[in-house]
């Protein structure tokens, strides 16, 4: 049985935290989306069906330097036959918004592609979600380091 | 007033994929900022982009605020016939935009 105590550095900067939160609300600024938050939003999304890894592939790149503008492809392999990729989504569990887009692919859409500029507000996992027309879902992550945050200031 | 850069293939072959690239210029305020007075920057950001093929969807995009402002889309679209492009999105306050890019296909 490890020892129930904090260990007296994470203490510390707890502590320090607590206080200027009190002391100096003015600068209070959002924290990251709480994991909670983030499993409801994927949860809300996904439904009932299984979420699956693969299928869908998330091109970010793994240490950010530039975190205001950070290029995100999101790709996918051929889905099942008789089915075909709806739409992807995408969320980044350590912004203050979990959500980052929707991208949705219509009648007259190619393959399934989207390439965008996103914001990223600490080094966090990011989430690709594709949703197929049977209703099927399928992800990819990618762990990535944040040298400077964005977002918040 | 919000301008947007466009490219499209100038022609293209029936049945084959083609590239479309979307810059629209937006600062994509995300409302969590402050300025010199420590004031909140109010959240202005563009919500919604469509892009249609002679009123058949070929892409849209819900956007949040980690979406980097002046937003850029790269996407692809295939068309049988000429047609004209439509590209419309709009903010949260309801202001909206719409570009249109003739298509030529042979």
Known sequence: ?153 | MTRVLIRVPKTVKPGQEFEIKVLISHPMETGYRRDHQGTPIPRDIVKQFRCTLDGEEVFRAEMFPAIAANPYFFFHAVAERGGTLRFEWSDERGTAWRESAALTVE
């Not at chain 1, 020892?3 to 320090?16: D, Y």
């Not at chain 1, 008789?82 to 992807?88: A, K, N, V, Y």
């Not at chain 1, 959500?99 to 914001?119: D, E, K, M």
């Open chain 1, 1 to 153: 049985m490890t020892a129930q105590f904090l260990p007296r550095r994470q203490f510390l900067l707890r502590a320090a935290g607590a206080a200027g939160f009190v002391l100096v609300p003015g600068l209070w600024r959002p924290l990251g989306a709480t994991p909670a938050e983030v499993k409801a939003e994927i949860a809300k999304l996904v439904g009932e069906a299984a979420l699956r890894p693969g299928l869908v592939k998330l091109d970010l790149p793994v240490l950010v330097e530039s975190p205001n503008a950070v290029g995100m492809t999101v790709t996918a392999g051929t889905p099942p036959a008789g089915t075909r990729i709806q739409s992807f989504h995408v969320f980044a569990a350590a912004n203050p918004l979990p959500n980052v887009g929707h991208f949705h692919f219509g009648p007259r859409a190619g393959r399934p592609r989207v390439s965008t500029h996103i914001r990223l507000a600490d080094s966090q996992t990011v989430t690709a979600i594709a949703k197929l027309s049977d209703g099927s879902c399928w992800s990819d992550s990618v762990d990535l380091l944040v040298t400077l945050s964005a977002c918040l200031d």
